[in-house]
C-alpha cells in the first residue's frame, strides 16, 4: 500500500495561513501546527536572491515570521507582531529548503514571546525572535 502524504494542518493557525496572500504567493507552505506552534517551508528560487547571489534576507525573515504568526494565533485569540528580531547565521542559495519551527517561550496577559529556528536540513541559517500582543 503506498504511503499516505500526511493531513494539512487544521485549526486557527491554518485559518491564518489560507488567508495570508503574502506568504502563499511566494510558494509558502504551512507544514504543521499545534498549541502555541508552528512550521512553515520555502524552497528559495532565483527571484529570491540579492545582489550577493544568496538569499535576500527579507524572505528568511518573512519565512520565520510567517512561522511565528501561525504559532502565534494557533489558539485562535487574534494576535499580531509587537516586534522582531533575526540573527542570519549562514547564507541560504537557490534551491535550499528551508524550514522554520516557531515555539511559544512564554505567554503573559496579552502578550507572548516566541523563537523561531530557521533551517537547511540540519544546519541553523537563522535565528528570530518574536514579541506577540492579543487585540480584541
Not at 89 to 94: N, Q
Request: hydrophobic share 45%; glycine share 12%; aromatic share 6%.
Amino acid at each position: 500500500m503506498p504511503a499516505q502524504s500526511p493531513l494539512p494542518p487544521a485549526g486557527p493557525a491554518a485559518a491564518i495561513f489560507e488567508t495570508d496572500q503574502a506568504s502563499r504567493n511566494i510558494g509558502m507552505r504551512l507544514l504543521a501546527a499545534g498549541d502555541g506552534t508552528a512550521t512553515a517551508q520555502l524552497t528559495i528560487d532565483s527571484a529570491m536572491l540579492n545582489g550577493h547571489g544568496i538569499a535576500h534576507g527579507g524572505y528568511m525573515f518573512m519565512l520565520a515570521d510567517t512561522a511565528f504568526a501561525c504559532a502565534c494565533n494557533s489558539r485562535g485569540q487574534a494576535t499580531v507582531a509587537a516586534g522582531a528580531d533575526i540573527t542570519f547565521i549562514a547564507p541560504a542559495r537557490e534551491g535550499d529548503v528551508l524550514v522554520a519551527t516557531a515555539e511559544e517561550r512564554i505567554s503573559y496577559r496579552r502578550s507572548g514571546i516566541y523563537d523561531v529556528t530557521v533551517r537547511r536540513g540540519d544546519e541553523v541559517v537563522a535565528e528570530f525572535r518574536g514579541r506577540s500582543r492579543a487585540v480584541g
